[in-house]
């Protein structure tokens, strides 16, 4: 089975604070992915990187950015956090760009509270 | 326009009820579609892959209409642990998939 750990369930910081979230995956899936996810608006794609060093900014970038430096780890990177980046934030994991027929697979989610 | 447009229900049946969910996607050139589902507090995990000849996992068939661009999720003999959100997810679109907003499903005794 795909396993896909991030790091904190449960995140409070402080507005202005610089947030690291990070997400690693077993499965040497190429494709990683960062959603947040809000009542009412569903998923949506922060950044996606399909291999390392490489990454592709989703529909809602703004605030965010990432670091791939190793296959299995991709990290979230709030620079200056706002309260109205208090979200779930899920990481998911995908084989291969080529391979679009393979689901994404899921992290636990963090729920951070900005204050 | 949203790229996938889900109804959120709530839907509320009864157990041993059929009960049918529908998703429209915009783009008509996706090419892999999915159902999952999320319980509350809990991270979205796959239901089942959508086939272009439709397919079945038990009481779950999901069904893809290509000429009016949406997929469907028939639930039979529904049981009060089927109660959560169903999001349907379309794709490839540039590497991206697009998640609906999800149907919130629930079975009452």
């Known amino acids: 089975d795909v396993k896909v750990t991030q790091s904190s369930r449960y995140l409070v910081k402080r507005t202005g604070e610089k947030v690291f979230l990070e997400c690693v995956q077993d499965?040497?899936?190429?494709?990683m992915f960062w959603y947040r996810q809000d009542p009412g608006l569903g998923l949506r794609l922060i950044y996606f990187?399909?291999?390392?060093?490489?990454?592709e900014k989703g529909d809602i970038p703004e605030g965010y950015s990432v670091s791939r430096e190793k296959k299995e780890r991709f990290s979230l990177i709030l620079e200056s956090a706002s309260t109205n980046q208090t979200s779930m934030y899920l990481c998911?994991?995908?084989?291969?760009?080529?391979?679009?027929?393979?689901?994404?697979?899921f992290g636990d989610g963090t729920r951070l509270s900005i204050l | 326009r949203k790229e996938v447009e889900q109804d959120p229900g709530p839907f509320n049946v009864p157990e041993g009820a059929t009960v049918a969910f529908n998703c429209t996607y915009s783009?008509?050139?996706?090419?892999?579609f999915f159902w999952y589902r999320q319980d509350c507090r809990k991270e979205p995990k796959l239901l089942m892959s959508?086939?272009?000849s439709g397919n079945e996992d038990g009481r779950f068939t999901a069904q893809l209409n290509r000429a009016s661009q949406y997929i469907s999720l028939l639930i039979r003999d529904s049981k009060l642990s089927d109660s959560a959100t169903y999001l349907c997810?379309?794709?490839?679109?540039?590497?991206?998939?697009?998640f609906g907003s999800g149907t919130k499903l629930n079975v009452k005794p």
């Open positions: 998911a994991s995908s084989p291969s760009p080529s391979d679009y027929n393979q689901p994404q697979h």
């Open positions: 499965m040497d899936h190429e494709n």
């Open positions: 990187s399909y291999d390392v060093k490489m990454k």
């Open positions: 783009n008509s050139a996706s090419q892999s």
């Open positions: 959508v086939y272009s």
């Open positions: 997810v379309v794709g490839p679109y540039f590497n991206k998939f697009y």
